[in-house]
């Protein structure tokens, strides 16, 4: 046992005990510096302050490379990605020091730009498999519970089943969904409803959604934004990540932060997605100081999809 095992030792007393709670509903980003493994000499992300507490919604938006995924990555502990400065607070705890396995069973949950197929396991074995994992306590007690046995702390089929027939009506999902294979031959739609029914059957605390706008029409953006906006609720803080501002004419964000070059560089409310949209990045950018290129000066195609 490490002492990434142990809770952090409790201070006992019933005002500590209310700074914690003020201290569960917050997520908080200070300073942090990244690098991936395959080139550490360079550093992605240089410098990210981020508050977002529960019940809030906050967009991060950047042109392509500036960081986004990398963010996201390092939050839930991606291997390919090192943290050489900052901290994470989550529940009063450093999640840099805990496994993703842990991260996540701390309710914090990542919505991939590029989900991954799974040949062979149906989305409901899937999905159960998630749940039972998730539900094992973050500290101790693992050998008692075994997901396979309902009796041990495990979700019961029946249970399982009505879970996930309300999370799949929610979602606008036919029944033949849930036996197919994970992300096997999805369109690029289904492929990002997958994510929201995960993270719905999950019950995240806190989401961070990697483009889940990216390669969906119209009509598939339209649904998954009702998802997302469906889970909306004041136990829930939200990381919405993404380059378009399509998104956010239908889930409106409390914050939107402008990410550039690993730092942000501009945060606003919802007037500052619409300003990108319209200006395109440029004239923050210049704004911050830094360079522009040609990208920069277009304004974003309304309807791109991938
Ligand atoms: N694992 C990695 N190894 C090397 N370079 C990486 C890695 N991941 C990301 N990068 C680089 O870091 C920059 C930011 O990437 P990313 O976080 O994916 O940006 P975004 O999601 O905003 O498009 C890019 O220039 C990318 O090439
Ligand atoms: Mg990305």
Redesign the pocket.
Known sequence: MTSLDLAPAPDSGTAEGAVEAASDRVLEIRDLHVV????PT?E?LAGIDLTIRKGEVHAIM?R????????AYALMGHP??RVTQGEVLWKGIDVLKLSPDKRARMGLFLAF?YPTAIPGLSVASFLRTALNARRRPVYGGDSTIDPSDATRGGISMRDFRVLMREKMALLKLDDAFAARYVNEGFSGGEKKRLEMLQMAVLGPEFAILDETDSGLDIDALRIVAEGVNAQLNPDLGVLLITHYQRLLNYITPDVVHV?AKGRMIKSGGRELALQLEEEGYAPVLREAGLEIDFQDEAPEPAEAVE
């Open positions: 991936p493994i395959a080139d360079r992605i950047g392509n490379g500036s960081g986004k995924t990398t963010l390919a990605y730009q990410l």
